[in-house]
């Protein structure tokens, strides 16, 4: 034991523990003589012997992988794939895990997070998205790592060592269909495969030069919206294929836009969200879009063409507000700099009936949101791929006068830990 009566554990050192609460993350909380111990491939309530993988000086947790199983869990299975284990991939946290339990624990989690960061109690079911049945195949974008000899692999947790593999079973068949992990890949970093909606896979070796960076094309289709959208293959696009049109729906059902409104769709990539409510606004109606990325923005301007109320922008979207950066380095950027001008971008309405979020794993952060509370939309649809910064913005928004008002979560990543989240919030 150390001095705070923890145990003094090491990399390689293995106990025996009680499998306590699902955390966000991947793994579950367990104790060993008051030390804590985040416990991967394993579940709550299951004894297990478990080797510990990082011990860091001045930690209070060590993080370990579950090599026995000594009482199981009801809620175990045999994991499909012969990668997801310990030392092995660390791309699927949950292949021993029953997918309809995996929708719960990843409903705890966000139950969780709710309640510790924005203090609100929430009910909430993790729904498969539109045409997911067992977890497997649906992953249509996978970047592989490439290892010293030219193999294609996929990562170790929380590691930069590559695992060559021969399958990995969420892949679309497509993906593997291409060949990728039989070839040789000497000299590239890592090979890209995206199957799209319709189509062959496409095989993009990185690092590509812009002549070589193929874009592809992705349709969504829901009762009331359907489009194409031109995407480059390495661009952002929802991997999961029924993911992109559960979510416009979801937005639109909880938005309920009218004709001639005026609605944001902030952070807003090849434009999902602004086509959907381009359409619903109307010709009389006003749609801005804005997004940091100047290929997305490039091919939103394609994709949007045919809706006449819609604009996209390119500028980040604290820019666009004239607001601080949110970064580590704070409001005057990198060391050495010259403290930025912050104006707001003058084709950014003053006041929008709607807004969409849909911002990276950060979230968008409390000058941004106070900055969309400024618009008063009537209603704000926050789509989140980190429920610990949605329920964080959820504090910001709720600050600001807006409330949480519905709340959907979705199983886009089968398998794994990530889950995305709908939250519509009203004043
Ligand atoms: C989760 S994706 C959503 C894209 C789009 N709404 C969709 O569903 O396809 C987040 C997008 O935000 C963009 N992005 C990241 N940081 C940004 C920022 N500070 N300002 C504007 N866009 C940003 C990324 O390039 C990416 O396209």
Redesign the pocket.
Known sequence: MTGTEQADLHVGDEVEVEVGPVAHGGFCIARHEGRVVFVRHALPGERVLVRVTEARDGQRFVRADCIEVLEASEHRVPAPCPYAAPGLCGGCDFQHVRVSHQRELKATVVREQFARVAKLDVEVVVEPVAGDHDGLGWRTRVEFAVDEVGRAGLRQHRSHDVVPVDTCLIADERILATGVLRGHWDGDDAVDVVAPSQGEAVVVRVPSGEADAPTVVEHVETPSFSADFEVAARG???VHPGA?GT?VQTVLAMLEPREGETALDL????G??AAALGEAVGPQGKVVA????AG?VAAAAGNLARYPSVLAIR????DAFGVPRASKSGPAGRRGQRPRKLRRHPLLPLAADLVVL???RTGAGKDVVAQVARLSPRAIAYVA?DPAALARDTSYLRDAGYELKGLRAFDAFPMTHHVECVALFER
């Open positions: 952002f696009w929802q992109a979510f952070y807003s990539g090849v999902l969200f804005v997004e940091s990325d997305a500028a980040r979207v604290d849909d911002p990276p791929c």
